[in-house]
């Protein structure tokens, strides 16, 4: 079956304007998180979904970040007046449970690069 | 708060030699897991291996086994007869609820 996917695979902007990044999920899956890693550098928890729960959004940087899921399915990362510093590849995740022990299964990630 | 710590910012091994790649982590779970995830250049996470803690027994995936200390919290990964197709980076994860803490990664090498 599809795995996770993501679009658009790059992304080049200018600072200052506003992006929106894609997720699909695995169908089935109650789970969505979103990552972000950084040049050389480890995964950074974003946001995380659960079925119709409010989202968990302790890990975005700042509030010209924000994220959606509609349907319980494809979610919407958005980045508003993106800055430099916001350049990196975006990751999607998904799982089939809640928790510690659902394996999370990625997306091949967006890269965004703010000019 | 989690922190997970890969002190090897890059690894080099000979093609079917065997190789350990570190990790530790501070946490005040008690129930949680462990993961090790590898990324390729194509940037897809793969899920190498999962440990649960309140399992005292390593976990086995084929070539892919880990050393799990739970007292010292230390979780490495050992990698057996290496071969080519293993070059990528490898991230060391923990998760105790809703989120993977990752480490920041290292790079392994591998020689033919």
Known sequence: GAGVSQSPSN??????????????????????????????????????????????????????????????????????????EDSAVYLCASSLTRGGAGEQFFGPGTRLTVL | AQTVTQSQPEMSVQEAETVTLSCTYDTSESD????????????????????????????????????????????????????LGDAAMYFCAHNAGNMLTFGGGTRLMVKP
């Open chain 1, 11 to 84: 992304k080049v902007t200018e600072k200052g304007k506003d992006v929106e990044l894609r997720c699909d999920p695995i169908s089935g899956h109650t789970a969505l998180y979103w990552y972000r890693q950084s040049l050389g550098q480890g995964l950074e928890f974003l946001i995380y979904f659960q079925g119709n729960s409010a989202p968990d959004k302790s890990g975005l940087p700042s509030d010209r970040f924000s994220a959606e899921r509609t349907g319980g399915s494809v979610s919407t990362l958005t980045i508003q007046r993106t800055q430099q």
């Open chain 2, 32 to 83: 949680y897991y462990l993961f090790w995830y590898k990324q390729p250049p194509s940037r897809q996470m793969i899920l190498v291996i999962r440990q649960e803690a309140y399992k005292q027994q390593n976990a086995t995936e084929n070539r892919f086994s880990v050393n799990f200390q739970k007292a010292a919290k230390s979780f490495s990964l050992k990698i057996s007869d290496s071969q």
